[in-house]
């Protein structure tokens, strides 16, 4: 984002100041320390009513944006899980339905991974159905899950994905059907990784999951009849619950992660299976913290790329470009206010772009584009519920 083009105070006007398992430790609402979910928390229904969900003490709490957009968003509803661990990742499909993937135990064995649908916008919550201990065939018992639950959602077929990395068992994908049933758990990976996961499938394409070892990023797609193949091994470090990825073409994705040397965000695109140059790209941003929020969004005639990370200041940072040109480079620009993390990015009703984050007490802050002005610019932030 390029206050000099657009000629607006950008992420300034605010006067206020973004994914894989176990993401950032963040306080909860009314409770204990708990992870904040490992991927996207803010949603637009079919209405065109946003949705944000932050942990509790037992299981999400959840503000809906009321219908008339303006004023106090009611909430917050919990939805409450027996067991709750506080890991929980969630996907959306193209009817509106939010798919939650949380990690609970409920005796003294391992935690399960358990699932829940939300099909309207402030509507119920469906009852959680145990998806059970991850397990890899012919794996040691107990072995320990080390990232995940990950969710993921076929925004064609409607099938959705649950994907989790056992510490030596490797990645395991369990998947539902458009009909609704149930697969066992099955291996994309017989490698370990120790790190990340990541997982994107762009709509009419594959199924694609990253796996973060020490050194290296591998790219695990699926091919045919549940079978998944290593397209590309990329050798960089990558900074720990950093990793996200965008469809940002037909069938193409990009992926983010933050290089750990200077704390800046990389992208990377896959350029063709067997390519021999890597891809990567600068996406800026150094200094910064944690992982970024990421979506697609008109910024007056272009398709860009909206990116939100937790600056090295510890507030709010945002930067857009138009989509898959990293290389022309990224302008951040700051939104002011106070410390926030965990920043999500989406598109509200009336196609203005909304920035939230968590503040230190787990609350969640907001703030919107300002459609009066020119470009970028964002109106104050304020506090949800």
């Keep these: 984002m390029n206050r000099d083009r657009s000629g607006s105070r950008a992420a300034e006007s605010g006067g206020g100041r973004r994914r894989g398992a176990g993401a950032d430790a963040a306080p909860a609402p009314h409770g204990p320390a708990r992870s904040v979910p490992a991927g996207s928390w803010l949603f637009k229904g079919h209405d065109g009513r946003l949705t944000a969900y932050a942990p509790a003490r037992d299981g999400l709490h959840r503000w809906t944006e009321p219908p008339s957009g303006q004023g106090p968003w009611p909430g917050p509803d919990l939805i409450g899980t027996p067991g709750w661990c506080g890991r929980v990742d969630m996907a959306q499909t193209s009817e509106g339905y939010v798919h939650f993937a949380a990690l609970r135990q409920?005796?003294?064995?391992?935690?399960?991974?358990?699932f829940a649908t939300q099909f309207q916008t402030g509507r119920g919550v469906t009852d959680w159905r145990s998806l059970g201990v991850p397990t890899a065939p012919d794996g040691p018992?107990?072995?320990?899950?080390?990232?995940?639950?990950?969710?993921?959602?076929?925004?064609?077929?409607?099938?959705?994905?649950?994907?989790?990395?056992?510490?030596?068992?490797?990645?395991?994908?369990?998947?539902?059907?458009?009909?609704?049933?149930?697969?066992?758990?099955?291996?994309v990976s017989p490698d370990p990784y120790?790190?990340?996961?990541?997982?994107?499938?762009?709509?009419?394409?594959?199924?694609?999951?990253?796996?973060?070892?020490?050194?290296?990023?591998?790219?695990?797609?699926?091919?045919?009849?549940?079978?998944?193949?290593?397209?590309?091994?990329?050798?960089?470090?990558?900074?720990?619950?950093?990793?996200?990825?965008?469809?940002?073409?037909?069938k193409r994705a990009t992926y983010f992660w933050r290089y750990p040397g200077d704390s800046s965000l990389v992208a990377w695109r896959p350029q063709g299976r067997g390519a021999q140059d890597n891809g990567l790209l600068t996406a800026g941003g150094a200094g910064g913290s944690g992982r970024p929020g990421?979506?697609?969004?008109?910024?007056g005639d272009f398709d860009c790329t909206v990116l939100a990370q937790t600056g090295a200041h510890g507030g709010i940072e945002v930067t857009a470009y138009v989509t898959e040109n990293e290389g022309y480079g990224t302008w951040?620009?700051?939104?002011?206010?106070?410390?926030?993390?965990?920043p999500q990015v989406a598109v509200d009703g009336a196609g203005r772009i909304v920035v939230a984050a968590l503040d230190g007490q787990g609350r969640i802050l907001l703030a919107r584009q300002d459609s009066g002005g020119q470009g970028l610019a964002f109106g104050p932030w304020s506090r949800v519920g």
């Design 332 to 342: 951040w620009a700051s939104l002011g206010g106070e410390e926030a993390h965990a």
């Design 194 to 250: 120790t790190g990340d996961l990541t997982a994107v499938m762009p709509r009419g394409g594959k199924l694609e999951i990253l796996g973060v070892g020490p050194d290296r990023v591998d790219r695990w797609v699926g091919v045919e009849k549940g079978r998944f193949e290593l397209w590309d091994r990329i050798g960089t470090p990558v900074a720990g619950a950093t990793p996200t990825a965008l469809e940002t073409g037909p």
């Design 141 to 187: 018992a107990g072995d320990p899950l080390v990232a995940g639950p990950v969710i993921v959602a076929n925004q064609v077929s409607g099938t959705v994905h649950v994907i989790v990395s056992l510490r030596t068992g490797g990645i395991l994908r369990r998947s539902r059907n458009a009909a609704g049933a149930w697969g066992g758990w099955k291996t």
């Design 106 to 114: 409920l005796g003294t064995g391992a935690p399960e991974v358990a």
């Design 294 to 299: 990421v979506a697609r969004a008109r910024v």
